[in-house]
């Protein structure tokens, strides 16, 4: 290899540490409150049940956009000279583009998961519609709704962060195919650190980490197709959302088909029907880009 080849791969060695340290940096900071145990600190020491959602809620979402809104901007002005115009651009957040038609295909792709699962439950006979929970007075305090609020902060802050940013980042050095394998595999490590710091079963967490490559992988191609992010929000939202209230509407033991249906829901159906929307979307109904 020659001192000039050597460089050049020097190089993209870097934006890929880059890459790992900004994702490092991210899940250690949101999840400052439980390394310190913030919410002592800064609040009552016994919150009402509400009020102690609602500062989690808060906490993880201010420090989320601390990260993304002035840590990173200021790593890569430092590193990049980029302003924050370009890292506006990098968050792939451009108004100029289709916006309802983002939002109609993110909330279309949603509605064909939920129902896609739901039709799975039913087939395997683990379907249990508890969705009245989610306002009884006797289930986490009446609360369970907040389950819906909270499901913004990976919605909004995760999309941003590995569709928006880091995919950006990387297309600078790599190949758009690069960029997406590379920004998927940034979206699974950080799910490692469900088990280090929430202390999350490690066999949980390892399947959030192998579904995370498959769903960030038909994430980034769907933003490629649509320029923006705001589809993959809403399905990483209503995702999430499934996910959260699995507990409610699935009855999931240690049966073979609660197993079958949990690995069919977490690892195949996400990734297959965004995948299969999105190839149909761009047959169906082009961007302008693409006409």
Do not use: C
């Amino acid at each position: 290899m020659s001192i000039k080849n050597e460089e050049s791969q020097l190089r993209k060695d870097n934006y890929l540490l880059l890459g790992l340290v900004i994702t490092s940096i991210y899940g250690f900071i949101i999840y400052i409150p439980e390394l310190l145990n913030l919410e002592q600190f800064l609040f009552n020491n016994d919150p009402s049940p509400f009020a102690s959602v609602a500062q989690k809620f808060i906490l993880r979402f201010v420090l989320s956009g601390i990260v993304w809104l002035l840590i990173v901007p200021y790593i890569l002005y430092k590193l990049q000279k980029t302003s924050f115009h370009g890292y506006r651009i990098f968050m792939k957040i451009n108004m100029k583009q289709k916006v309802r038609r983002n939002v109609l295909i993110g909330i279309g792709i949603s509605i064909l998961f939920f129902s896609s699962i739901s039709i799975l439950a039913i087939l395997l006979d683990v379907y249990s519609p508890n969705y009245h929970l989610l306002i009884d007075s006797d289930f986490e305090s009446g609360l369970g709704w907040l389950i819906l609020i909270f499901a913004l902060i990976p919605g909004i802050w995760e999309e941003l962060a590995f569709r928006g940013v880091l995919f950006s980042v990387l297309m600078k050095k790599y190949s758009e195919k690069e960029s997406i394998i590379y920004s998927s595999l940034f979206f699974s490590f950080f799910h490692i650190f469900n088990y280090f710091i929430l202390n999350q079963d490690l066999v949980s967490v390892v399947l959030q980490s192998v579904a995370a490559i498959f769903v960030g992988l038909v994430l980034a191609n769907l933003m490629i197709k649509t320029k923006s992010i705001i589809s993959g929000v809403i399905i990483h939202y209503s995702i999430d959302v499934t996910l959260f209230i699995s507990g409610l509407i699935f009855n999931l033991g240690d049966t073979d088909n609660s197993i079958l249906f949990a690995l069919f829901a977490l690892m195949i159906v996400p990734p297959l029907v965004i995948y299969i929307s999105t190839t149909l979307i761009e047959y169906i109904a082009p961007s302008e880009s693409a006409q």
